[in-house]
């Protein structure tokens, strides 16, 4: 059975990128996935401290919840993480959970996680208040390393422009159908 661990990276609780995750994951769902949601609001964790542990262990040298998270990030068929837009960019907490991931790439270059990129997807969806042209751009740039980082092959992303207030989304049932077909699509894919 495929897993999919769907990361929720805003710090809103019940906004637009979670309702887009839940039709994600309820497309995955459809397709015969299983999921586990992280809210990375919930999580209490540092940002990496670049003190170089992780490069010659493999492991991050900081103890806290992201210890729980590193199992599941180098363990799931796909990986789906759904962000807002913060000027341009990530809000700062998943960034830094992002950052973090540097010590599962430090362990895939130490010979000590590896992973079958061929058999493991990632996912982005993004939504942002603007219509800018390059609005997803750093975000879409960070979110292809993070996946790189984790040993999990780029699988495509969904990012719509000019959704602001929370429950906005709503008002697009187009791009919560395009959310619910792409989690089914990429499930199918793996099977």
């Known amino acids: 059975m495929i897993k999919v661990l769907a990361i929720y990276g805003s710090p809103r609780p019940k906004g637009n990128s979670d309702t887009m995750m839940d039709f994600f994951v309820n497309g995955a769902i459809d397709a015969g996935a299983t999921v586990e949601r992280v809210y990375v609001r919930q999580l209490s964790f ?71 990129v061929t058999k493991r997807k990632g996912f982005f969806l993004g ?40 429950g906005a989304i709503l008002s697009r049932p187009d791009y919560l159908d395009a959310c619910f077909q792409a989690g089914k699509d990429l499930v199918e894919t793996l099977k």
């Open 46 to 116: 540092k940002g990496c401290i670049a003190c170089g542990h992780c490069d010659k262990k493999g492991f991050c040298a900081q103890k806290d919840q992201m210890e729980t998270i590193y199992p599941l990030l180098s363990d799931f068929d796909i990986v789906a993480v759904a962000s807002p837009n913060y000027f341009y960019h990530l809000p700062g907490q998943l960034k830094s959970f992002v950052d973090r991931a540097q010590a599962l790439f430090m362990a895939q270059k130490l010979g000590l996680f590896t992973p079958d």
């Open 127 to 166: 939504v942002g208040a603007t219509r800018g042209k390059k609005l997803f751009d750093c975000s879409i740039l960070t979110m292809r390393y993070f996946f790189e980082a984790i040993g999990v092959s780029y699988g495509g992303e969904l990012c719509f422009r000019e959704i602001d207030e929370k």
